[in-house]
């Protein structure tokens, strides 16, 4: 089993960066495929990035060249880095450990909140 907690969420102007970290427990978190999902108010969970355990990495087309995935297997941690963010980013993020494709394993954090105001 894995547990994840993240942090870094929080209010930004649109344009400007924020870096969200997921810290996991357990010494197996090297063998999971990790990604990020995002909720918007009224809106379903969606997929955001996915990085496997050997670091190749995959974007949701509304992300891509903005957001970057990243994993430090020493750490236990897993990363987002979000570039020139934008309103339609306002979401609560989650990390979630298992993912295959684009479908989400079965371990997830509590969320942390992200704001992009215009």
């Known amino acids: 089993q894995v547990q994840l907690v993240e942090s870094g969420g929080g209010l930004v102007q649109a344009g400007g960066s924020l870096r969200l970290s997921c810290a996991a427990s357990?010494?197996?978190?090297?063998?999971?495929?990790m990604g990020w999902f995002r909720q918007a108010p009224g809106k379903e969970r969606e997929f955001v990035a996915a990085i496997s355990w050997s670091g190749a990495s995959t974007y949701a087309n509304s992300v891509k060249g903005r957001f970057t995935i990243s994993r430090d297997n020493a750490k236990n941690t897993l990363y987002l880095q979000m570039n020139s963010l934008k309103p339609e980013d306002t979401a609560v993020y989650y990390c979630?450990?298992?993912?295959?494709?684009?479908?989400?394993?079965?371990?997830w954090g509590q969320g942390t909140q992200v704001t992009v105001s215009s």
């Open positions: 979630n450990a298992g993912i295959r494709g684009v479908v989400a394993g079965g371990y």
């Open positions: 357990g010494r197996t978190f090297s063998s999971y495929a």
